[in-house]
């Protein structure tokens, strides 16, 4: 259970609407949960990965409309610092119920400004729904542009999607090419904070997704806090999302829970490894987690 | 779950409280004002179930107001600082208020209590840095550390110099003021609250916090010290930050996740985001610290930022008039 965090219920759903799901990730849970809360007044705007300035770079946005939730599908393999436009939320744009989708860690960000708001002035109570994704691991935009165009030699301007599933990173294009490399090459591609992360399914989040343990075009979504509850459930009722149970769902949990487990535990292990203790000469490196 | 269930049970188990006091109030109540010219009630039932509420008569038409028996004495110490973090506590409203209804009583403050000598007192909140030049300003820094048990450096003034790092002296009325300390290189301080200015929110924080750990029982006091363990290890960490850390601390360390905390926290925008990273404008930077105390991997605390929702649902609830 610690691996998952704690959650009051746990789905397989998609969008109940064609269009969201036409070019989102997986069930396109993010956006029709935003679309949903946006049109009804529970958030007033929403922090998103935006498309950037180049292919597959995205920039932290904030939606105010449905079109600009939609032009932010999809999973953008690079760092978005989404937790830079929190204060500007609520200065330049005004808003006082803020959405915010993130990883693990941008939503660990975001409870910490919420309970230390060092220098978060009037951020704390206007965070209304924080939408969570799982992540194994994150790529600095040369990165993932060295994985795209050296190992899969696919251009990144053509390409129309990225997914990692199945030990592989898949690009894919117009033509419908499809390149793979296997998780093995892109490792040392990843950004080395992740490799100290303690967080697979976005424990903190009032509502967290992602693609494994359900089928394609299917996500698997827990739902965490009342808050997260009760949109969650309006948004079903309301037809914006599509929810069944996780029972008898392959690979469901199970594969969740292993893949929560082996990150997490691996990551246990390198920080321990950080303090060197078997090497006298080395120093520790910094440990966060007090 | 469980100690923050009980911890609740034990705040509002029986039930709210003291309606409509607010405005008859004195701004500071005198400490050492006999107990039985205070008016105890209603019996603020709003505190812990442990906690010794004497029963005392009620005094039909009281002078003043006092409904909480065992409140903590708080008081804001001025040194060289720009007043913005006095501003910040009191940009509270009435939620400043409700702490000093029931938390807290201000006994020694520039401009809102009137009291000349820093007075015995549980918190002292520091705002400013101290000046070399200034003997005042010296003996009244020796006197807070003496008078106070827990010492608060309010700001980045206070805790790392900021600005007034940059003072040369010159300005009028004390042209000769120009070397400005925070306040830890001189005495021992307890906790920070970094930030120019801090924000009020962080400020409420620390002072619910303080009056758990000095008041609370045991469970109370455990919720407290894990919260400001953090605010408490920065006050150790030193008296030097500035945007820089976030490169030598942070990405130099290989920890950062590039969640762009920092440049959210940071007032002045000296801080942006390439490539994912923080890139600091240095000569921007002004050395308040926020940056790298915001950070997610400068310190976190499972235990205290996975009971969130519970923490905070406890702060509106503790903090409603
Ligand atoms: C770096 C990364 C690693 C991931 N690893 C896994 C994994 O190991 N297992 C798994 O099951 N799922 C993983 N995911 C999540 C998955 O790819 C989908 O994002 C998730 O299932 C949501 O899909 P959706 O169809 O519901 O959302 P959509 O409706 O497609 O919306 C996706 C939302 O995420 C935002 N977004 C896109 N990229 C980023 C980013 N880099 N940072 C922050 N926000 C972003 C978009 O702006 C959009 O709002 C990962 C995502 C990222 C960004
Ligand atoms: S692995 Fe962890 S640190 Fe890296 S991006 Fe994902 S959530 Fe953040
Ligand atoms: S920290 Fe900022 S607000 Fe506080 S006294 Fe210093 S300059 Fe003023
Ligand atoms: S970069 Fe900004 S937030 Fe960080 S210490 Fe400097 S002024 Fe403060
Ligand atoms: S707040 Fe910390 S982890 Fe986040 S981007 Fe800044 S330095 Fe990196």
């Known amino acids: 259970m610690e691996y998952l965090g704690q959650y009051k219920a746990v789905y397989k759903a998609k969008a109940g609407c064609e269009d969201i799901l036409a070019k989102s990730q997986d069930g396109g849970i993010v956006t029709a949960m935003f679309a949903y809360a946006l049109e009804t007044g529970i958030i007033d705007g929403a922090i998103v990965a935006g498309p950037g300035d180049e292919a597959y770079k995205p920039e932290p946005m904030i939606a105010t409309t449905v079109d600009e939730l939609l032009a932010a599908r999809g999973t953008k393999y690079s760092i978005s610092p989404n937790m830079a436009l929190i204060k500007e939320a609520t200065r330049s744009y005004g808003l006082d119920k803020i959405g915010i989708v993130g990883t693990p860690c941008q939503i660990q960000a975001l409870r910490k400004a ?31 542009f060295q994985m795209v165009e050296d190992h899969c030699a696919t251009k990144i301007d053509n390409v129309t999607k990225m997914d990692i599933g199945k030990g592989k990173f898949s690009v894919y294009t117009e033509r419908g090419v499809n390149s793979q490399i296997p998780l093995k090459v892109t490792h040392k591609y990843e950004q080395p904070g992740c490799h100290v992360c303690l967080d697979y399914v976005a424990n903190m989040a009032d509502i967290s997704t992602g693609s494994v343990g359900t089928p394609d075009g299917w996500s698997t979504v827990f739902v965490r806090s009342a808050a997260g509850e009760a949109a969650f459930n309006k948004a079903v009722e309301a037809g914006w999302i599509v929810a069944e149970s996780m029972d008898g769902v392959k690979p469901g949990l199970e594969l969740v829970t292993k893949l929560a487990t082996e990150k997490i535990d691996k990551n246990k292990s390198y920080i321990e490894h950080r303090n060197h203790a078997e090497h006298a000469a080395l120093k520790p490196l910094r440990n966060p987690y007090i | 779950m469980g100690l923050f269930d009980k911890f609740k049970s034990l705040l509002f188990g029986k039930g709210d409280v003291s309606e409509g006091t607010q405005d008859e109030k004195p701004v500071a109540s005198k400490q050492d004002e006999p107990v ?47 007043t913005g973090c006095l501003v910040s506590l009191a940009d509270n409203y ?19 209590a009137d009291v000349r000598h820093i007075p015995k007192m549980d918190v002292a909140l520091v705002e400013g840095s101290v000046c070399l030049n200034d003997e005042c300003s010296m003996e009244e820094i020796l006197e807070t550390r003496e008078n106070a048990t827990i010492v608060v450096a309010l700001g980045g003034c206070a805790c790392y110099g900021n600005t007034t790092r940059f003072c040369r002296g010159g300005q009028q009325n004390q042209p000769q003021h120009e070397a400005f300390l925070p306040i830890g290189d001189l005495i021992k301080v307890d906790v920070y609250i970094p930030a120019c200015a801090p924000t009020p929110q962080q400020i409420r924080n620390v002072c619910l916090m303080a009056y758990l750990l000095l008041k609370g029982n045991d469970e109370q006091k455990a919720l407290a010290t894990a919260y400001l363990t953090p605010l408490m290890n920065l006050a150790a960490a030193g008296t030097e930050a500035c945007g820089c850390d976030l490169m030598t601390e942070v990405i130099n360390q290989g920890l950062c996740c590039g969640c762009g905390s920092c440049a959210a926290a940071c007032t002045v925008r000296a801080v942006t985001m390439q490539y994912g990273k923080p890139q600091v404008e240095r000569d921007l930077c002004i050395k308040c610290g926020a940056c790298y105390a915001q950070c997610p991997r400068s310190f976190f605390s499972f235990d205290v930022c996975g009971q969130y929702e519970s923490i905070t649902n406890l702060i509106t609830e503790v903090m409603k008039p």
Do not use: W
């Not at chain 1, 309970?115 to 993932?144: H, S, T, W």
């Not at chain 2, 409700?98 to 807290?104: E, R, S």
């Open chain 1, 114 to 144: 919420q309970l230390y708001p060092i220098g978060m002035r009037d951020v704390p109570d206007k965070i209304a729904l924080a939408m969570g994704i799982f992540c194994m691991e994150n790529f600095p935009y040369q990165g993932l």
């Open chain 2, 36 to 82: 039985s010219a205070m008016h105890k009630s209603p019996v603020n039932e709003a505190k812990p179930a442990d906690m010794k509420v004497e029963q005392k008569p009620i005094i039909q038409k009281p002078k003043e107001e006092k409904p909480v028996a065992d409140k903590i004495t708080v008081g804001h110490v001025h040194m060289s600082g720009c």
């Open chain 2, 94 to 112: 009435e939620g400043l208020l409700t702490i000093l209804d029931k938390y807290a009583d201000l006994v020694y403050c520039l401009t809102l």
